[in-house]
């Protein structure tokens, strides 16, 4: 069974910084793709950041560029989400996600990955 544990969430101002993890077990995750979304009050889930299997190539949406650093360590099975100078508009709960799909390329989309975290939740208060 795929479980994927999010951690690190909480409340900061603006211009803070968060790290979150997300834990993975039930499988060996270093060859799968991975993916951080976020969802906002009454907007749908979007893509974030993502890592590709090797942790070579990462994706980031546009208006975190610069500010947030995805990571992974594949010995601990774990994905990191660096987030420095952070704003208001980054509140939201944030889901790790994983496509179970061999060395499969990073997608933007939320239905290309398999299995879901439970969220964390991010709130950056102004």
């Known amino acids: 069974q795929v479980q994927l544990v999010e951690s690190g969430g909480g409340l900061v101002q603006t211009g803070g910084s968060l790290r979150l993890s997300c834990a993975a077990s039930?499988?060996?995750?270093?060859?799968?793709?991975m993916g951080w979304f976020r969802q906002a009050p009454g907007k749908e889930r979007e893509f974030v950041a993502g890592?590709?299997?090797?942790?070579?190539?990462?994706y980031y949406k546009d208006s975190v560029k610069g500010r947030f650093t995805i990571s992974r360590d594949n010995a601990k099975n774990t994905v990191y989400l660096q987030m420095n100078s952070l704003k208001p508009e980054d509140t939201a709960v944030y889901y790790c996600?994983?496509?179970?799909?061999?060395?499969?390329?990073?997608?933007?989309?939320?239905?290309?990955?398999?299995?879901w975290g439970q969220g964390t939740q991010v709130t950056v208060s102004s």
């Open positions: 996600a994983v496509r179970t799909t061999r060395f499969a390329a990073v997608v933007t989309t939320a239905r290309g990955y398999d299995y």
């Open positions: 039930g499988r060996t995750f270093s060859s799968y793709a």
């Open positions: 890592i590709s299997w090797s942790g070579g190539n990462t």
